[in-house]
C-alpha cells in the first residue's frame, strides 16, 4: 500500500510540470493556431472563427475545408514582415555578441575571485531582478535621453558638445538588450568557470603556456557550453523583445514583436497577428533545438 | 665492507663533496598568511637522482614541489637549479615538469592531444611531435587509446597520460605530487619498477611526493622524511629505516619499538641502559658520546627481536618475559605483541619461512623476547 502511494505520488510529480506545460502551452498555442487560419472580422473576437464545435462535426468539417492559409500568403506577400523577422534576428544576434562580449570578463572576474566573495558577486548579478523589468527599462529612458544623464555627464566631462542622439535608435535597443539579459549570459558561462579545476591551468604553464595562452587553450574551450547556453538564453528571448524596442528604439527600429502588437491591437488583425506568432515560434524552433542538442552534449562529456 | 641493506645501483654523488648539487634549496620559507607550510628548509637533490619526499599529509610536500615548479614563490630563501636562481622565472620558462596529485588532464583533448601540448607549445615539427607522442604511448601502453578522451580512460591509464604529457618535453627535473595514489596495490607495484625504469633510461632527476613509504623506499635513491615544513633526515631508504636520527623518524617510517631509560654505564662503542619498562636492562652497540644519567631512548624494529617460550641462557640483559597479547598474521611474517607484567607492550615479528609449525605459539603463552647488542639504535633525540 505504502508503496503504491509513493509510486502514485512519484508519476504525479513527473505528470504535473507536463499537465501544466499542456494547459498553459500548448492549448494556448493551438488557440493561436487556429486563429491564424481563421479570417478578420469587425467583431469580439475580431476573427471569424474557422471551426466551432457546437455546430456538430459536418458542419466543422465543412469549415475545416474552407481553412485559410491565406494569413501566411499575406506575411509572404507584404516585404514588411519579411524585413522585420530579417531585423529581428539581426539585432538578437548582434545584442547576443555584445552580451557576450561584457559578459563573459564580468563571469571570468567572478570566478577567480576569492571564494568567500563570490556569492555577494552573484547577488549583484540577481540584484536586478528583484525591480520590475519595465521600470528598470524605463529607468534607461531617463539615462539616454537628449537631456538624459549620460549626456550630462558628457558635456559636464567636455566629452562631447551637443548631445548625443541615443534613445529611439538601434544603439538604445542594444543597451537596453544587453543590459536587461545580462544575467542569463553571465550565470551560465560563471557556472561552468566555477567548476573548473585551477590545475589545468597551472599544468598548462607547466608545459610552456604563458597566461595568455593556457586561457585560450584550456580556460575558453572549457567555458564553451556555458557560452553556448548564455547565447541562447539570450537570443531566444531577444528575439521576440517588445518592450525594449517599443521603450528605447525609434520609429524606424524594426522587430518583429512590435509588428505583432501593432497588427494585434492597431490594427486588430488577430488572425494576422497570430499567423506572425506561429511563424516566428517556428523560426526560433531551430535555434531551441540546437540548444537542446548543446546542452545534451555537454551533459554527456561533463560526465 | 659493511653496509645498510643492498645496493640497487652505484649510485651515491651525495657522498662525494666535491659534487655538485643539481637542485638546491636555501633557507626556504614559505608562509601562507601566519601559517608556515616551509620551514627554512636547505636541501640538496644531484643530477640523475630518484629522490622521494615522505611525510605526513600537510607537511608542506606539495608546497616544496609547487615552489620549484614556480607556482609558488618561496616567501624567503632561494631555489637554485643547476646554479640558476630560479626566483622571478615563471613556471612555463622553467625546465622543469609536474605530474599533478590531480592528474590535470586537458578534457576536452584526446590522449595524444594532451601528451603533444607542451611539444606544440615549444613551436616543435609536426613530423617531430608525432614521432615523440608515438613514443611516449609506447612507453606507457596505451597506444590503442590514443584517439580517447580522459573521461573514457581508467585511473591507472589517466595516470599514464599524466605521467607521459609530463615526460614528453625530456624536462630535466620531473615533479611528481603522489604520482601513484589512484592505483591498487599490484598496479601501483608494477608502476613503481616502470618508473624506475623510465628514470633510469632518460637519464632524469626525479623528486617524487608520497604518502606511501614502502614505496618510497622502493624506488628513491634518497628519501627526506619531512615534518610540519622542515626536512627531519635525508638518507638512503636503508639508512633511513636501519640508522634513523630521531625517534620521530624511527617511529614513522616502518614499525619500531621504543624503550625509554637512562643511561647506567657508557664506554666506549657501548652503552647500558636502565630501560624504564620492568627489569630490563639494555646493553646496546652505540657510536654516540653519552653520559652516565642521560635519558635515552631504545629504538628497535619487531624483526630483530627474537620470540620464544625457552628462556635465553643470559637474562641478565637485553631479554624480558611476557604474555603473548596478540597475533597478527600477515602470510609472509606474523608480528607478535608482548604484554610484559607491568603492562608495557613489545612487538616481534618472525618471517614464516616454513609452511608448518610445530607447536606454534598461541595467545596467552609465556614467552621471552631478547635480542642482540647490535639490533637496535639508541637515540637521543
Ligand atoms: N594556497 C594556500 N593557502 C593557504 N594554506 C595553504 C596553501 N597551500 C597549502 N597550504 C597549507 O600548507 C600546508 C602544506 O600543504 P601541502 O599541500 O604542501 O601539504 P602536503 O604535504 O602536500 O600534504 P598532502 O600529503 O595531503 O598532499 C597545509 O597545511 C596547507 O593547508
Ligand atoms: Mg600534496
Redesign the interface.
Known sequence: MQKLITAIAGRLVIVVPYLWLLLFFLVPFFIVLKISFSEVAMAIPAYQPAFDLSQGLAANFEKLKKLSLDNYQWLLDDALYFKAYVSSLTIAAVSTVLTLLVGYPLAYGMARAPSTLRPTLLMLVILPFWTSFLIRVYAWIGILKPEGLLNQFLMWAHVIDTPLTILNTNTAVFIGIVYSYLPFMVLPIYASLEKM?Y??I?????????SF?AFW??TF??SIPGVVAGCFLVFIPAVGEFVIPDLLGGSQTLMIGKTLWSEFFSNRDWPVSSAVAVVLLVILIVPIVLFQRAQARAQE?G? | MESFGSFRRKFAPWDDPAAKPYIRFENVTKTFGDFTAVNDLSLDVFNREFFALLGASGCGKSTLLRMLAGFEEPTSGRILLDGQDLRGIPPYRRPVNMMFQSYALFPHMTVEGNIAFGLKQDGMAKSEIDARVGEMLKLVKLEQFAKRKPHQLSGGQRQRVALARAVAKRPKVLLLDEPLGALDKKLREETQFELMDLQYKLGLTFMVVTHDQEEAMTMADRIAVMDHGRIMQVATPAEVYEAPASKFVADFIGNVNLLEGAVEKAGSGEVEIAAATQGLTIRADTSKALSSGQNVWFAIRPEKIRIGREKPVDASFNAVEGELWDIAYFGDMTVFHVRLDNGDLIKASSLNAVRKVENPLTYDDRVWVSFDTDAGLVLTA
Open positions: 579545476d590545475s589545468l597551472e599544468a598548462a604553464q607547466d608545459l610552456g603556456c604563458p595562452t587553450k584550456i574551450p572549457l562529456s560526465k
